[in-house]
């Protein structure tokens, strides 16, 4: 069990990469501290992690809210007394309301904006004082290739969010080195989620989006889990700031 002890975080752990990342936290000895908007997915998600002998709890949580994270944190610290691990994985993607810049609603940028980069930066500023009180920690947060280069141009809000994503990634790494908590970035390729439903349920798009990954295959939850771990871990005690792809190729081309 390589997160034996360590109490973390995982937000957005309803559904998809964070489901997965949750329960397998969970089967390495970590107690795991689940937060989504998602109610009933998040009873799920415990359900899984008690079956297989791990320990936690589901707490409700907007990330975008700054007195929701606040009460997540508190709670964390009541029932376990330390963290250890943040999992900043909760985002949105509106597929259908995302466009280029002069197509874009306020609206649409506000919501995209407040819950996958405001969400990050509060569910990290809220974090960060029991770590630096303990000595130590590890913050992964989830970027996106469409956050390095302009491969998503009809996602302006979701892609600028998640190049965000990679500016807090680096600015926190180095304000929090000499404080042993170490700041990363995971970056998933095209993973089969609900994130992505809407886009792959046509079978054409779906063939389209394999075709362009050279592993040929789309990421799956599983997929990540690895990753989230080692970074999670003390294996990575040398790791800082870094952004770490698992797109089965996808960034290469
Ligand atoms: N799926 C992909 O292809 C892909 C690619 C690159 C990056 N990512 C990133 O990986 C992460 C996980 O993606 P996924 O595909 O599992 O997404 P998903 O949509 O399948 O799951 C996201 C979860 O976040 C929760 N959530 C949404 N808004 C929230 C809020 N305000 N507060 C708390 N929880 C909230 C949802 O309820 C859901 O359980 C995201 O950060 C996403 O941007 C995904």
Known sequence: MRLRGKVAIVTGAAAGLGRAVAVRFACEGAIVVAADINTAGGATVMKQIHASGGEGLFVPTDVSQERDVAALVEETIRRYDRIDVLYNNAAVLFHDRDARAHQLSLETWEQTMSVNLRGAFLCAKHAIPPMLQQGGGSII?????????????????????????????????????????????????????????????????????????????????????????????????????????????????
């Open 141 to 253: 947060n989830l970027g996106s290739p469409t956050g390095m280069t302009g491969c998503a141009p009809n996602l302006t809000a979701y892609s600028t969010s998640k190049a965000g994503i990679f500016g807090l990634t680096r600015m926190m790494a180095a304000g929090y080195a000499r404080d042993q908590i170490r700041v990363n970035a995971i970056v998933p390729g095209t993973m089969d989620t609900p994130m992505n439903d809407g886009l792959l349920i046509d079978e054409a798009a779906r063939e389209q989006y394999r075709e362009a990954v050279p592993m040929g295959r789309l990421g799956l939850p599983s997929d990540i889990e690895g990753l989230a771990v080692f970074l999670a871990s003390d294996e990575s005690a040398y790791c800082t700031g870094g952004l770490y792809t698992c797109d089965g190729g996808l960034t290469t081309v």
